[in-house]
């Protein structure tokens, strides 16, 4: 696969849609984009761009028949990607992008229907008794990103431990997702969502419908919330032995990426009422910041002297 051969005008124009796409909707995500050289920053908008679409249908306000069948047609469209039937000229922006991505890196595009039938499982009104449950929609749903963004970095010949990067890649997906559930308690509630594990909730004495979002007195909704960090922070300590399989500048923008939600749970865990009552963010300066510790490699270098013990 080529990464170097010229754009042609209309696939210009397909990732600069994409771009626009992750700019919007995604800061956290431009953030660490922003660190790795252009051809990779456009391969990661265009995936980017797709599993928007994917989420945007899950959020969306149709009837669940209707998302089902939006979710089909996407579904569709990913295989004529994966077919190479998508042309240039094509009127859509995001599967001309994805196309030409998926031609110049291995991007494990069968991660991508990994994503739709997590989506899926949110129209389906899924809920999760367990961890494992839980587990699984969050592979679906975040997981897979993991993945497809190391096809596009890839790994460091010689890197130790090589076959175990989509592994670890996989991990840091959860790991973001557990921090996205705590982050979001308030406003998933509101719709009827809760991601909680229901026997996680039991256990903290906290409602296990939408009334999590005004837990009462009696539930210990601090416990929970830190229990739940600690959680979060097992899988990115976990996940972050990927970083020395990659080089600089993709792992800085896996540590960028990684360092904010670090901060965000170190938000949570201090005021874990918090995200009843707003939604917790980490103003820009600190984002600049940590992209700029990402850019230094300290938190890779860290993770392979770990390795090394």
């Not at 994409?18 to 920053?41: M, T």
Request: hydrophobic share 40%; proline share 6%.
């Amino acid at each position: 696969m080529t990464t170097s051969s010229p754009l042609p005008p209309p696939v210009v124009a397909a990732y600069h849609y994409c771009h626009s796409v992750a700019e919007q909707h995604a800061r956290n995500f431009s953030y660490g984009a922003r660190l790795v050289p252009a051809p990779k920053r456009r391969a990661l908008t265009a995936v980017y761009a797709f599993a928007r679409r994917v989420d945007d249908i899950g959020d969306g306000r149709l009837d669940p028949a209707a998302k089902e069948e939006r979710l089909s047609a996407t579904r569709a469209l990913l295989e004529r990607v994966r077919d190479g039937a998508v042309q240039q000229d094509d009127t859509d922006p995001v599967a001309v992008a994805l196309g030409d991505a998926a031609r110049r890196y291995p991007i494990p595009l069968g991660a991508l229907d990994e994503l739709i039938d997590g989506v899926l499982m949110d129209v389906r009104g899924h809920t999760y008794e367990t961890w494992d449950d839980l587990r699984v929609y969050c592979t679906r749903v975040a997981g897979t990103i993991g993945r497809l963004s190391l096809g596009v970095f890839g790994v460091l010949p010689g890197a130790r431990e090589a076959e175990r990067a989509p592994e670890y890649a996989d991990t840091l997906g959860l790991a973001l997702q557990v921090t996205n559930i705590l982050r979001d308690i308030r406003e998933d509630a509101a719709n009827g969502r809760v991601y909680l594990p229901a026997e996680d909730l039991r256990k903290f004495g906290c409602p296990e419908g939408p009334g999590l979002a005004g837990p009462g007195p009696e539930s210990d909704f601090t416990g929970l919330i830190r229990f739940q960090v600690r959680r979060a922070r097992e899988l990115f300590a976990e996940g972050s032995r990927l970083l020395p399989m990659l080089d600089r500048r993709s792992g800085a923008c896996v540590t960028t990426m990684a360092g904010i939600y670090h901060r965000l749970l170190d938000r949570i865990e201090a005021d874990p009422r918090a995200v009843l009552r707003h939604r917790v963010t980490l103003p820009a300066g600190h984002k600049i910041l940590v992209a700029a510790r990402g850019l230094t490699g300290l938190d890779a270098r860290r993770a392979a002297r770990r390795e090394r013990l």
